[in-house]
C-alpha cells in the first residue's frame, strides 16, 4: 500500500515538474523593426554620393571619418558592427540585391502603417490600410494572437517611437500593452530607471511631433523585460526614417549606428537573463525602402518613389540556423514574418490556408 501511494506520488510529481519546465521552455521571440532603413546602407554602408553632400551632411568630414571605409564590407561594418561581427556569425541577413537576394513587400503603399501592418499580420490589406490615419486595425496581428493563447496571454508586449502604433496593433482590442509616442511607463511597481524615463522624456524634446527619440523606446523596453519578462515583445525603432524626411543624412547613418548598439545591448541581456538564455530567437526587419534615383529620393518613399518596396530581413537566435550574408538568388517576402514568427511561438494562423511561406531560416 505504502509503496503504491509513493510511486503515485512520483507520477505526479514527475507530471507536474515536466509540465511546468515544458511551459517555461517555450520559445521567446523579439521582433524589431527599424523604420525606413534601406537595404542600400544595411549592406554597403554610407553612401558616397550622400555622405559627401553639404545639402545632406552638416559637417561632411566628420562623417566620412566616422563611416567611410574603402570598400563596402569595411563601411557596414563602421556603420553596424554588430550585425556585422556578431549577427553575420550567429544569423543570417536577407536583402542584398547585389549578390541576388531579395526581399520586398508585397503592399504597393510603401510607407508605414502598410508596412507594419503586412509585417505583423501576414497580409497585405492595400484596400482598408492605404494611410497613416489613427485607425484601429481591423486585421489580427500575430501580437494578437498569441496574447490569446493560454501559453502567451499577458506575456506580449509592445514597444514603439511612433505614436500611431497602439491603432496598428489594436491595442484596445488585442489587450497587448503598447506603450508608444510620447507615453511613459504604467503600473504599480515601476522601475527606478522606468521612474526616470518617465522624468526625462518630456524634458529632452523630440524634433518631431508623433515620434519620440529611439532611446526612450529602447530603455522602455529593455526595462521591462527585465522586470516582467514577456515572451514576445515587439520593438519598432523609428528615428531613421524621420531624419531621412528630415533630410539629414549625417542624423539618419548616426541613428542606423545608435540602433546596431541598442539591438547589441538587447541580445547580451538576452544571453545573459536565465528565462530568454538560448531560447530566443530576433527577427528584424523595415516597413519600407527608399529611393535612390535621382539622389534626393533618399529622403523619400511611397508608391511614387522607384524601388521603396525593397527591404530586408535579419533573424538570429535559437530557431535560426546560421549562414551569414545570404549569398544566393532567392525572393523573399515581408508578408512571411508573421507566419514565421509564429511558427517560432508554437502557434498557428488563424487562417493557415491564406497564409504566405515560412521563411525558409530555421535550424533543421
Ligand atoms: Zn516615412
Given at each position: 500500500m505504502m509503496k503504491k501511494n509513493i510511486?503515485?506520488?512520483g507520477i505526479l510529481l514527475f507530471m507536474m515538474a515536466s509540465g511546468i519546465s515544458q511551459t517555461n521552455e517555450s520559445d521567446k521571440v523579439v521582433l524589431i523593426t527599424?523604420?525606413?532603413l534601406r537595404w542600400q546602407e544595411l549592406f554597403s554602408g554610407a553612401d558616397p554620393k550622400?555622405?559627401?553632400?553639404?545639402?545632406?551632411?552638416?559637417?561632411?568630414?566628420?562623417?566620412?571619418?566616422?563611416f567611410w571605409r574603402d570598400s563596402p564590407e569595411e563601411r557596414r561594418k563602421a556603420l553596424m558592427p554588430f550585425f556585422w561581427s556578431e549577427v553575420t556569425r550567429i544569423g543570417r541577413l536577407h536583402g542584398n540585391r547585389e549578390l541576388g537576394s531579395k526581399v520586398d513587400l508585397t503592399n504597393s503603399m510603401w510607407f508605414s502603417y502598410p508596412g507594419y501592418n503586412e509585417i505583423l499580420t501576414g497580409t497585405a490589406d492595400d484596400k482598408r490600410i492605404n494611410s497613416n490615419d489613427k485607425i484601429n486595425n481591423p486585421n489580427t496581428t500575430i501580437l494578437e494572437i498569441a496574447n490569446k493563447d493560454s501559453n502567451y496571454a499577458g506575456k506580449v508586449a509592445a514597444f514603439a517611437s511612433w505614436d500611431v502604433f497602439p491603432y496598428i496593433v489594436n491595442e484596445s482590442r488585442s489587450g497587448v500593452p503598447v506603450n508608444a509616442g510620447f507615453e511613459t511607463a504604467q503600473g504599480p511597481k515601476l522601475t527606478e530607471r522606468e521612474k526616470f524615463l518617465n522624468v526625462l522624456q518630456p524634458q529632452i524634446p523630440s524634433p518631431w511631433g508623433s515620434v519620440r527619440l529611439d532611446a526612450f523606446t529602447h530603455h522602455y523596453a529593455m526595462e521591462y523585460m527585465k522586470k516582467s519578462h514577456p515572451k514576445f515583445v515587439y520593438i519598432a525603432y523609428g528615428e531613421t526614417d524621420d531624419f531621412a524626411h528630415d533630410g539629414n543624412y549625417e542624423a539618419y547613418l548616426n541613428s542606423a549606428n545608435n540602433t546596431d548598439k541598442f539591438i547589441e545591448k538587447l541580445w547580451n541581456f538576452v544571453q545573459a537573463d536565465p528565462f530568454y538564455k538560448d531560447r530566443t530567437t530576433f527577427i528584424i526587419t523595415t516597413d519600407h525602402g527608399r529611393?535612390?534615383?535621382p539622389l534626393e529620393t533618399w529622403r523619400h518613399h511611397g508608391a511614387k518613389i522607384k524601388d521603396a518596396g525593397e527591404v530586408w530581413i535579419i533573424a538570429f537566435g535559437k530557431q535560426i540556423q546560421p549562414v551569414g550574408e545570404s549569398q544566393k538568388e532567392e525572393q523573399l517576402y515581408s508578408d512571411q514574418i508573421a507566419p514565421t514568427v509564429l511558427k517560432l511561438l508554437g502557434l498557428s494562423p488563424e487562417n493557415s490556408d491564406k497564409s504566405a511561406k515560412l521563411l525558409p531560416i530555421f535550424r533543421s
Open positions: 510511486l503515485l506520488l527599424l523604420d525606413g550622400l555622405m559627401a553632400n553639404s545639402e545632406y551632411v552638416h559637417d561632411t568630414l566628420k562623417l566620412k571619418k566616422r529611393g535612390t534615383e
